[in-house]
């Protein structure tokens, strides 16, 4: 079955374009965790403000360090700066980020009361400063350039709530699913609630295309996956007002090692799929045909690598994919802190320099 893609002004960000299957001239590129430790601009703005909360609590700041990696860089979108965690910490479960460790909250969910305790509608106004960052964001970035918006998924966020810091297997978070069901899934409909407000509040505010990070998914099993993850994040999809009167806001969703679930996934209304670097993007074409465009996969750990080994897994990635629109180059995962800038440089020349081929036929249809 194919959907009907939406139609979007020829004038929409490449991205946007690529991602409702418009299409486009090259295949666009952007890298998740762009804005980062290896980033020397991102570290001398670390040390200055100390704490990496209160730079995304700033919006200048988190302006600043949005704008960075699209300074060095001809990427194709930015991704504003701020983390998944700020919207449990608006909520009433706070969240510290200490040096070399993490995050971390001091005081994990246990109980229901903790639950009940935790604040729904009055959430956002903890969050006026992701806000007004976006705003900031979208009036300093040329129109060409998409700037994305995200959350993270409510189990992912759950996931870190009950467990209380990061984790391998998060076995205290999933043995929730075996001891107190019931509890889960209250903590999942009203991390939810607010998500959908959240995201929608960004969209206003002028995120042009929404990412929701389902990093912890891949934990669950099949079964569990659809019931804790995919359930909750279909409700968040359906809730978002993505066709504005001006503009139309398209969805990805990633969940890291969600590649047997792809065909799951695309039924979600999701626009998009970003695919992590174990499913390779000529198998994910495969699966899901042209009812949802992809993103991703190269591994982070080829920016780590020769430039010989890099040009020859970005050539494989491209001509994976193939032919046509719906293709947004990234990575698997985040970049690497010890990344040098000059492979990321080479990265996104190797990407315009050889997907153009792959876009003749469209640029032909349009002229
Ligand atoms: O300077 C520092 O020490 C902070 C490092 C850092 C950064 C740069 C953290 C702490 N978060 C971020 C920014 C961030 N986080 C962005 C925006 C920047 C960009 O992409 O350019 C985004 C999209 C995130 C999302 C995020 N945070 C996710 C989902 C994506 C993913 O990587 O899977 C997750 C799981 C987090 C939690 C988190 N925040 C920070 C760390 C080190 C972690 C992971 C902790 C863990 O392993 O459990």
């Not at 960052?133 to 040329?142: G, N, S």
């Not at 998500?195 to 389902?214: C, K, P, R, T």
């Not at 982070?300 to 994976?320: F, H, I, M």
Request: with cysteine; proline share 5%; charged share 15%.
């Amino acid at each position: 079955m194919m959907n009907n893609p939406p139609v979007v002004s020829t004038a929409a960000p490449v991205v946007v374009r690529a991602l409702t299957r418009q299409s486009v001239p090259y295949t666009p590129i952007w890298l998740m965790r762009q804005a980062g430790r290896y980033l020397p601009e991102y570290r001398s703005l670390r040390a200055k403000a100390g704490n990496f909360l209160s730079m995304c609590q700033d919006p200048d700041i988190a302006c600043e360090i949005t704008l960075q990696p699209l300074r060095r860089f001809a990427l194709d979108a930015a991704i504003i700066f701020t983390d998944i965690l700020v919207v449990p910490d608006a909520m009433g479960c706070p969240v510290e980020f200490s040096e070399g460790q993490g995050p971390c909250f001091n005081q994990p969910i246990q109980t229901l009361a903790d639950i009940k305790q935790l604040r729904g509608d009055t959430a956002l106004d903890h969050l006026n400063y992701v806000f007004e960052a976006i705003q900031q964001v979208r009036v300093a970035l040329p129109a060409q350039q998409a700037l994305i918006g995200f959350a993270g998924s409510p189990w992912t966020l759950a996931a870190y709530m009950i467990e209380g810091s990061g984790s391998k297997d998060f076995l205290v978070a999933r043995s929730w699913i075996y001891k107190n069901p019931s509890m889960l899934h209250q903590l999942l409909a009203r991390l939810t609630q607010v998500i959908i407000e959240y995201l929608n509040q960004q969209i206003i505010s002028g995120a042009d295309v929404i990412m929701l990070f389902d990093t912890w998914g891949g934990l669950l099993s099949s079964e569990q996956y659809q019931l804790i993850s995919l359930a909750y994040m279909r409700q968040i999809i359906a809730g978002l007002r993505r066709q504005q009167a001006d503009r139309y806001v398209p969805v990805i969703v990633f969940t890291k090692h969600g590649g047997q679930w792809l065909n799951a996934i695309a039924t979600t209304g999701c626009d998009a799929i970003s695919l992590d670097w174990t499913t390779d993007v000529a198998t994910a074409r495969s699966m899901v045909g042209s009812r949802v465009a992809l993103q991703g996969h190269l591994d982070p750990a080829t920016l780590l690598g020769t430039r010989q080994a890099l040009e020859v897994a970005v050539r494989q990635v491209l001509a994976d994919y193939g032919d046509g629109s719906g293709h947004v180059f990234n990575l698997g995962h985040g970049i690497d802190r010890h990344t040098s800038v000059e492979q990321v440089q080479y990265l996104i020349e190797l990407v315009k320099d050889h997907s153009r081929k792959y876009h003749l036929d469209e640029i032909d249809a349009r002229s």
